[in-house]
Each structure stands twice: as C-alpha cells, then as structure tokens.
C-alpha cells in the first residue's frame, strides 16, 4: 500500500512570493509516477504535473517547478511569483504500479491562500 | 469539449434510498476510475475499468456499491440502501491506456443523504 504525507495543511502567502508545498511518500514499488494535482474552489480537480520514477532530472514548467529525490521520497512542488489565481488545495498522488490500474493515492491536500 | 462529465452534478437523498450516479470519460480513454473525497479529505480510490472490465476494487467499496461501464463506454456507479456516511463527493476520472496516462477527473457528483 502507497502512504503520502503533506504535512503543511494550510499555507498562506503573499502574492508574488514563491512557495514550497512539500510531499513525502511511501512505497513498495520500485517503480511508480509521481502527480500534483491543483483544486480549486469550483472543486474539479487539475492535473499539473507528472514524474517518473526512475527520472530524478528536476524540471521547470512555466512558474511551476518540482524537486524529486528518491533517496528521501519526497516529491516538492513550487510555484513561483504566486498569482491569487493560485488559491487552491494540492495534492501529492503516487500511483500504484502498472497492474493495478495505476489508480492514485492521494495525500490530505495543502490548503493553499495567496492574498493580494 | 470533451473531458470528462458527470451527472448528475448534487443529489440529496434519504436514507435507505438507492442513488446512481452517471459519468462520461474522455471519447479515446480506456481507463475509468471512481473515487470518494469526503470534506477536508484527499480523494480515495474506489474501483477503475480497462474498458468494460472492472479490474481493481477497493476494500472501500462495500456490497451496497455497485459499477458497471457497459460497451465500455460511460460509467454508472449505483449505491443502495445509503446512509449518511455516504455523504461526499463522488469523481470520477479517465485516462489513456497508452503509457502511464495522467487521470482527468470530472466535476463530481456531490451526495448528501439526510
């Protein structure tokens, strides 16, 4: 069974200001995918950003970059120059391996405010 | 556009009631997923199909909770005889078959049984 802890529940910030949500994971298989997911209060869920594995090159994607380390399991998320547009909660979600559908384990969410 | 819909969007019910909840993936996913969030909670896994076979269901889901995904298509999922602890958010989310596929999730079904 996967296990993930976002151990910040809320998060408040100023715009513009970078931040961090943090993510730690548990897991038996050797290889799996890592997702954050973005809900905001219209409450749809958004897929934003994947990783392997098997692939520890950290990446950048417009304001939204991830650190991955295996070695500690743990899969962080930020977001540069933070928008109000960015209020939300996010989830961490390892998924399962290949056989078993891939389904998502997803952590309890990072409530996070952005204010003017 | 074409994501994923679900319908329908709230349903209040009493208890004892049985409820079906409908959901239509993305045309070309192969893959269908229901899950359960329930307030201030990450959403829980419940079952998923490989077209119209249900491969994978989740301790979660109890005898009185029931999936189908006919032709492989849409998807409904039925609960009977509710109860209040039935109370949440329903989504559900389709993927690709192709590689690992990220799941796109519809808006939910939300459920309260008074």
């Known amino acids: 069974a996967q296990k993930v802890t976002q151990a910040q529940t809320e998060i408040s910030v100023v715009e513009k200001e970078d931040v961090t949500l943090d993510c730690v994971y548990e897991?038996?298989?050797?290889?799996?995918?890592l997702f954050w997911y973005k809900q905001p209060p219209s409450g749809e869920l958004v897929f934003l950003i994947r990783?392997?594995?098997?692939?520890?090159q950290n990446e950048i994607s417009g304001r939204y970059s991830w650190n991955f380390q295996k070695s500690t399991s743990s899969f962080n998320f930020t977001i540069t120059a933070s928008q109000v547009v960015d209020s939300a909660v996010y989830f961490c979600?390892?998924?399962?391996?290949?056989?078993?559908?891939?389904?998502?384990?997803f952590g309890g969410g990072t409530r996070l405010m952005v204010k003017p | 556009d074409t994501g994923v819909s679900q319908d329908p969007r709230h349903k209040i019910t009493k208890r004892g009631q049985n409820v079906t909840f409908r959901c239509d993936p993305i045309s070309e996913h192969n893959r269908l997923y229901w899950y359960r969030q329930t307030l201030g909670q990450g959403p829980e896994f419940l079952t998923y199909?490989?077209?119209?076979?249900?491969?994978?269901k989740s301790r979660l889901l109890s005898d009185r909770f029931s999936a189908e995904r006919p032709k492989g298509s849409f998807s409904t999922l039925e609960i009977q005889r509710t109860e209040q602890g039935d109370s949440a958010m329903y989504l559900c989310?389709?993927?690709?078959?192709?590689?690992?596929?990220?799941?796109?999730f519809g808006p939910g079904t939300r459920l309260t049984v008074t």
């Open positions: 897991t038996r298989d050797t290889t799996y995918y």
């Open positions: 979600a390892p998924s399962a391996r290949e056989n078993a559908g891939n389904m998502l384990t």
């Open positions: 199909f490989q077209n119209e076979a249900q491969l994978e």
């Open positions: 990783r392997n594995s098997f692939d520890e």
């Open positions: 989310a389709s993927s690709s078959l192709a590689g690992v596929g990220e799941q796109y």
